[in-house]
């Protein structure tokens, strides 16, 4: 069976949020993937990297921890939706 894609065939739909996101904190993608390991998420630079250009799914662990450290809801980060600090 084939993994579910986006309309437009990408991977993911936080990618642009993600890079917005990581770029308005000032943190490069090291940095990012830096503070996820600290809070208990693994994920590494090359991670950051593929989630960014559409070439890697996000798991539900992952938005969670996307989400708690930029304090932004699920919504927003999936859809784009009120970007409101949980």
Do not use: C, W
């Amino acid at each position: 069976m084939p993994k579910p894609r986006t309309k437009t065939g990408e991977k993911n739909l936080i990618s642009t949020r993600l890079k917005e996101l990581r770029e308005s904190h000032g943190l490069s993608q090291r940095d990012l993937a830096r503070a996820l390991q600290l809070s208990g998420t693994d994920m590494d630079k090359n991670v950051i990297t593929r989630i960014e250009t559409n070439k890697r799914y996000v798991t539900d662990l992952e938005l969670k921890a996307l989400s708690e450290l930029f304090h932004v809801s699920y919504a927003y980060l999936i859809d784009g939706e009120e970007k409101k600090t949980l």
